[in-house]
């Protein structure tokens, strides 16, 4: 009994100063569990732009445009729809409209006259009345050209480079020829009883491969 009070025992004093007293050691987690605790919280980058984004971004507009000129209506469609697409001015898309208009048209011509040109050559070069026989064929197709086709139709024919398309050349010459073979009684009265008069038939190069 004297042992066991004497030997490990301690004093009320000694045991209650150790329990008082604070520790001066702090361990790692410790301190890393108080670092987080006093970091503060931040937004993920996607999320900091997006809003800045927003913030800075102002509202759309509708624009209107109404261009001048004379322009083919789904060619204005289409380059209305690619202008409100790069944001143009009504101002700037206009400008871009008139210089880039004048080189379309002379590109459209140049096509044009490139076809018109190709017609010909066909023509003239065609096995059925080209060739030696392309002066003879012609008179006798400006014979049904002139008999036929009314002066507007003549007009749009020349006009559009028609008169020269091989196929339209076949087309009078056999007319042509029926004509030619037709034969006429009582002076000036036809078969059907209409009255011919004088006709002026032009010459071949005029009517038909007038530049």
Not at 78 to 107: F, R
Not at 158 to 166: F, I, M, R, T, V
Request: aromatic residues 6%; charged residues 20%; hydrophobic residues 35%.
């Amino acid at each position: 009994m004297s042992d066991m009070l004497t030997g490990t025992a301690q004093t009320p004093t000694e045991g209650q100063a150790a329990a008082t007293t604070p520790s001066t050691q702090a361990t790692p987690q410790g301190n890393a569990q108080a670092g987080q605790q006093a970091a503060p919280k931040q937004e993920s980058a996607p999320a900091k732009d997006a809003k800045q984004q927003s913030e800075t971004k102002p509202a759309a507009t509708a624009v209107e445009y109404s261009f001048k000129g004379d322009y083919d209506a789904k060619v204005l469609s289409t380059y209305t729809d690619l202008a409100k697409e790069l944001q143009l001015s009504p101002e700037n898309a206009q400008k871009v409209l008139d210089q880039m208009a004048p080189a379309m048209q002379q590109a459209n011509e140049s096509k044009l006259n490139a076809v018109k040109a190709d017609w010909l050559e066909q023509s003239k070069n065609d096995p059925e009345f080209g060739g030696a026989k392309l002066e003879q064929s012609l008179a006798v197709a400006n014979k049904a050209f002139v008999a036929l086709a009314s002066p507007a139709l003549q007009e749009l024919l020349k006009d559009s480079g028609l008169a020269n398309h091989p196929e339209m050349v076949r087309m009078f010459r056999k007319a042509g020829e029926m004509i030619s073979t037709d034969r006429f009684v009582g002076g000036n009265q036809s078969r059907a009883g209409q009255p011919t008069g004088p006709r002026d038939f032009n010459t071949i190069a005029d009517t038909f491969y007038k530049s």
